[in-house]
């Protein structure tokens, strides 16, 4: 996709491969617990394709027989992407709750951007990637995940 915006810098291709081969664990911010929804199918993929994708929800128990947790910092252990498909006025506080508790990469699905969210990022070490599909970008970049077990 072109940023040809100022609203947020995407990072190159090649950081964008680090990234998606280095991650093990994902945080899925709004999976939907229904099967036709776009989070919910993008959490399948992600899992077929051997990330441990970590559902948040604060109304649901568990999705896809996976435990759910209420926010970010009701999830154990480390989390190397927070995946959000919310609408785009939640990102800012997805933002700094990911930078409260020193989380590597917020990845904002498709149509998803905020330009305050940006602020709170940039003078951080928080990676930030906004209007940009996870599994269109894995697809894309041909990644090859690097497996837990070396």
């Keep these: 996709?072109?940023?040809?915006?100022?609203r947020y810098f995407p990072p190159t291709d090649g950081?964008?491969?680090?990234?998606?081969?280095?991650?093990?664990?994902?945080?899925?911010?709004?999976?939907?617990?229904?099967?036709?929804?776009?989070?919910?199918?993008?959490?399948q993929f992600l899992r077929q394709v051997g990330y441990r994708v970590i559902p948040v929800h604060p109304a649901m128990q568990s999705i896809?027989?996976?435990?759910?947790?209420?926010?970010l910092g009701a999830v154990p252990g480390q989390?190397?992407?927070?995946?959000?498909?919310?609408?785009?006025?939640?990102?800012?506080?997805?933002?700094?709750?990911?930078?409260?508790l020193s989380m590597p990469v917020v990845w904002a699905q498709?149509?998803?951007?905020?330009?305050?969210?940006?602020r709170?990022?940039?003078?951080?070490?928080?990676t930030l990637i906004m209007d940009t599909c996870i599994k269109i970008e894995y697809q894309r970049l041909g990644v090859e995940k690097e497996s837990p077990h070396g």
């Design 1 to 6: 996709m072109e940023s040809s915006s100022n």
């Design 15 to 43: 950081e964008l491969r680090r990234i998606l081969q280095q991650a093990q664990t994902i945080a899925l911010v709004g999976h939907s617990p229904k099967p036709e929804r776009p989070s919910y199918q993008i959490a």
């Design 64 to 71: 896809a027989g996976e435990r759910c947790y209420p926010s």
């Design 120 to 126: 709170i990022a940039q003078p951080t070490n928080l």
């Design 110 to 118: 498709l149509g998803v951007f905020h330009p305050a969210a940006m």
């Design 79 to 100: 989390i190397d992407i927070v995946n959000v498909f919310r609408q785009s006025q939640y990102l800012p506080a997805i933002a700094a709750e990911a930078v409260a």
